[in-house]
């Protein structure tokens, strides 16, 4: 199963909501990243987590709060958020953080901040 | 600023056509790798070239590098409608944690 989930795959939320995105993955992969998307460019990285400790914060704002309750699955809280905010969040997992793997992108979700 | 910088930004070719971009980035690498995103979904990885690797082929794909000019190149021969996608260079640096920055990309369309 070379298969990285994301749910939802759409979302629209207020700018008061509380939403979190799920991604999961079950290939026993060691290291797990959330990028952000917006229309026409390239993915930045957010967060990596490795073994299940956040390893890189890319100065990222508070109301992106990651969380990775086990090795399978990583979450994105979201809380007060701007309505530039809105873009295409991924997921993706690789064996482990050395920078010699490939990474296994989730089709991601579509968030919209009204 | 990016890592990568790729060039074109956008190219469309006939079916049965070859289609090439560029990558170019600034610092030293691990390795360089080329992924492909169909329109607002995942990506796709397609290579990885390590830094003392040269050329890599898979399948219809061939990409170059060369570290002295700090570039890299993919090639797609003989395209297919199939292949009209955004394709990304990413680069893997050890001194930035070994995370991947990505490229601008080049949106390719191959028409029938």
């Known amino acids: 199963d070379t298969e990285v989930t994301q749910t939802p795959k759409h979302l629209v939320m207020g700018m008061t909501n509380k939403k979190s995105l799920k991604c999961e993955q079950h290939m026993g992969h060691r290291a797990m990243y959330w990028y952000k998307q917006k229309a026409k460019k390239p993915p930045e990285l957010m967060f990596v987590?490795?073994?299940?400790?956040?390893?890189i914060n890319e100065s990222v704002p508070s109301r992106f709060s990651p969380e990775c309750p086990n090795s399978s699955l990583l979450n994105l809280h979201l809380h007060a958020l701007q309505p530039e905010d809105s873009a295409l969040y991924l997921c993706?997992?690789?064996?482990?953080?050395?920078?010699?793997?490939?990474?296994?992108f989730g089709p991601g979700t579509r968030l919209l901040v009204l | 600023s990016q890592q990568g910088e790729e060039d074109p930004q956008a190219l469309s070719i006939q079916e049965g056509e070859n289609a090439t971009m560029n990558c170019s980035y600034k610092?030293?690498?691990?390795?360089l790798q080329w992924y492909r995103q169909n329109s607002g979904r995942g990506l796709v990885h397609l290579i990885l070239i390590r830094s003392n690797e040269r050329e890599k082929h898979s399948g219809r794909l061939r990409v170059t590098l060369d570290t002295s000019k700090k570039s890299s190149s993919l090639l797609i021969t003989a395209s297919r409608a199939a292949d009209t996608a955004s394709y990304f260079c990413a680069t893997a640096v050890k001194a930035a944690g070994n995370k991947l920055t990505f490229g601008g990309g080049t949106r390719v369309l191959v028409k029938p």
């Open positions: 993706a997992s690789s064996q482990e953080v050395s920078g010699q793997e490939t990474q296994y």
């Open positions: 987590y490795s073994y299940e400790k956040l390893s």
């Open positions: 610092t030293s690498i691990n390795n």
